[in-house]
Nanobody, 127 residues
Framework: QVQLVESGGGLVQPGESLRLSCETSRFTLDYYGIGWFRQAPGKEREGISCISSSAGSTYYVDSVKGRFTISRDNAKMTVYLQMTDLKPEDTAVYYC????????????????????WGQGTQVTVSS
């Protein structure tokens, strides 16, 4: 069974940084596309950054482009989301999801129809 565990969330002030981790167990990451999604209170879950299995392709939604960086270390079975210059509107629960079809990264981020999700980690940006 695929298991994903997010970590690294917290409370930060505007302009600060956080690095989220999505760690897997019991399966190899090598063949999965991985996406980071977030859901703010009262809003739908949205894909914000996705990465292909080989890390050859990445995608960012416009609202995080230039501030967030997705990366992966398949040997450590971990995908990271480095978030800089955080803004109050980044406040949300952040989730990672695994896509066994390793589809085009933009398409991956446009969908939330995945079987494998982590439990989420809260990111709060507030002064």
């Amino acid at each position: 069974q695929v298991q994903l565990v997010e970590s690294g969330g917290g409370l930060v002030q505007p302009g600060e940084s956080l690095r989220l981790s999505c760690e897997t167990s019991r399966f190899t990451l090598d063949y999965y596309g991985i996406g980071w999604f977030r859901q703010a209170p009262g809003k739908e879950r949205e894909g914000i950054s996705c990465i292909s299995s080989s890390a050859g392709s990445t995608y960012y939604v416009d609202s995080v482009k230039g501030r967030f960086t997705i990366s992966r270390d398949n040997a450590k079975m971990t995908v990271y989301l480095q978030m800089t210059d955080l803004k109050p509107e980044d406040t949300a629960v952040y989730y990672c999801a695994a896509d066994p079809t390793d589809t085009i990264v933009q398409a991956m981020c446009a969908s939330t129809d995945y079987d494998y999700w982590g439990q989420g980690t809260q990111v709060t940006v507030s002064s």
